[in-house]
């Protein structure tokens, strides 16, 4: 304790004190005995007249000797102060440490909620480079493994915006980068030169580089990439406590740069993939015009276990084959087995005037490989001779397709089958028909027919009310009675879930043919 008048001279000094303070003894000005804060608050706090000031709600703090100390104030009646005088240091420097740790935990959340709300791999290189300028360095880059002899980097400076570059440079000229580069641990900052540091790697206006920390971005497996760290010469180097909470945000940003770097990659695949999956476009082929429609199960996905094709034949003249049929289930598990039923369609092609045989093989695919599904399938063989189109039409356990006439009558075939993949044995039936000119053949697939809609949500399309829409499409082309068989689904549906929908249309034009020009291009008839 301390206690000093109203004139600001030392009265009392306890050995707590004069240990603290060896020079205040009574009779001495606390100015030249105690540190200037002291001397100044006790100026604020003594008065001849008490009523004036009142004890200090919140203690004073200040250093003395290098130490850390409270100092609590005590108003006496004849105006002198008593000093209480608290050694703070160790609690000071715990709840800095606590505010630090508490400011870098909500940093590395943050850090954690921007990287990850993105599957973007640029996007998180921006993130990285832009938030660990902000708060672990001067300027910071993000370093993605090299590709084509080119290293992506992102660079940022403290306040400014990210900005990427490919460098045409060898990461091992750097110390610890080419290491970093391929997931070994990081060099300690103090075993890099900073003037070692090359052009590249120093943003423009810079400066002279004080300190390096460049340590690794850990990924999924393999290396992410690095992260590099750059502080001024005047700023104060790194500390061994920065570098290893550089590493904890490194971690972060390279699970997500790697999770970035996944999804582009399934994304890539999945694209190739789907574009090899998804239905063709129909046109016009051989003089007999087709057109097809599909919608998947969901509205999110593209694929499914509908499918259809239409295989040209290998001599002009001939009939082409289409094959439509529906895989037992629905999204990308079903989507692989259509995939391989299309594949094995094509693989028979040269047997595509018998499609009984095309059927039964096409089974014994099926039933000799790991899928434990099924599928149904309609084959229509079409060829056009003269102002008709010959069909020939064979079903295995799909619905029959339908045949709209000139006058609006709407025929199904009779044609039966034996689903394909269940049986070892199967039995189909084939029918055959003819196309007037404007007249057309509808396949299609049961997610038609057993859409479930209407007023009451729970009533199915069906067959009947599927003959009363075709019958109304007479003369129609292709495209519009697909266009209206698709429209009058949806209608029906609303927003109510359904399975995979497909339909295929093949009509004899309204045109003769002309065969010179070989009749690949639409518009090459004449009335």
């Not at 799909?398 to 000139?406: F, K």
Request: aromatic share 4%.
């Amino acid at each position: 304790m301390l206690v000093a008048d109203a004139q600001g001279v030392v009265v009392r000094c306890n050995d707590a004190a004069g240990l603290l303070l060896p020079a205040a003894t009574p009779g001495t000005p606390l100015v030249g005995v105690a540190p200037a804060w002291l001397s100044a608050a006790h100026d604020t706090y003594r008065s001849p007249d008490p009523h004036t000031v009142q004890d200090a709600e919140e203690p004073l703090r200040g250093d003395i000797g290098g130490r850390r100390f409270e100092a609590h104030p005590t108003v006496r009646g004849d105006g002198s102060v008593a000093w209480w005088l608290v050694d703070d240091t160790d609690h000071q420097l715990a709840r800095e440490a606590l505010r630090m740790e508490r400011e870098r935990t909500a940093f590395l959340a943050k850090a954690s909620s921007l990287l990850l709300s993105s599957l973007n791999l640029g996007r998180c290189m921006d993130v990285t480079a832009q938030m660990a300028a902000e708060s672990l360095a001067d300027a910071a880059l993000a370093i993605a493994p090299s590709r084509s002899r080119r290293l992506p980097v992102v660079t940022c400076l403290r306040g400014g915006t990210p900005v990427l570059a490919d460098m045409s440079v060898d990461p091992d000229d750097v110390p610890g980068l080419g290491e970093a580069l391929r997931g070994f641990p990081p060099v300690p900052s103090r075993w890099i030169d900073p003037a070692a540091a090359p052009a590249w790697m120093v943003p423009e206006g810079f400066g002279p580089v004080g300190s390096i920390v460049i340590t690794p971005l850990p990924g999924h497996g393999v290396p992410a990439g690095a992260l590099v760290l750059l502080r001024k010469a005047e700023t104060a180097s790194f500390s061994a406590e920065e570098e290893v909470f550089a590493r904890l945000f490194a971690a972060r940003a390279g699970a997500a740069m790697s999770a970035a770097r996944l999804y582009a990659e399934q994304t890539a695949i999945t694209d190739v993939l789907m574009r090899e999956l998804m239905p063709p476009v129909l046109h016009q082929v051989s003089g007999v015009d087709f057109a097809g429609g599909y919608r998947p199960s969901a509205d999110h996905e593209r694929i499914g276990g509908d499918f259809y094709d239409v295989h040209p034949a290998t001599v002009e003249g001939e009939a082409s084959l289409v094959s439509l049929g529906d895989v037992c289930g629905k999204g990308l598990e079903a989507a692989v087995l259509t995939g391989k039923i299309r594949n094995t369609l094509h693989a028979l092609l040269p047997l595509a005037g018998d499609h009984q045989r095309m059927l039964s093989l096409l089974n014994t695919a099926l039933l000799s490989s790991h899928h434990t599904r099924f599928a149904t399938l309609v084959l229509a063989s079409a060829q056009r001779l003269g102002n008709t189109v010959d069909l020939k039409l064979t079903s295995g356990g799909h619905p029959s397709p339908l045949i709209i006439r000139a006058d609006g009558t709407v025929e199904e075939t009779d044609t039966r089958g034996t689903l394909i993949g269940a049986l070892p044995n199967i039995s189909s039936s084939t029918t055959t028909a003819s196309l007037a000119p404007g007249e057309s053949c509808v396949l299609y697939t049961d997610g038609i027919t057993e859409a479930k809609g209407g007023p009451m949500g729970d009533t199915l399309f069906g067959e009947e009310r599927l003959k009363r829409a075709l019958s109304g499409c007479a003369g129609m082309p292709a495209e519009g009675i697909v266009e209206h068989v698709q429209m009058l689904a949806a209608q029906w549906l609303g927003n109510r879930p359904h399975d995979d929908m497909a339909v295929v249309v093949i009509s004899a034009p309204r045109t003769h043919y002309l065969s010179a020009v070989n009749g690949h291009t639409r518009g090459r008839f004449t009335a």
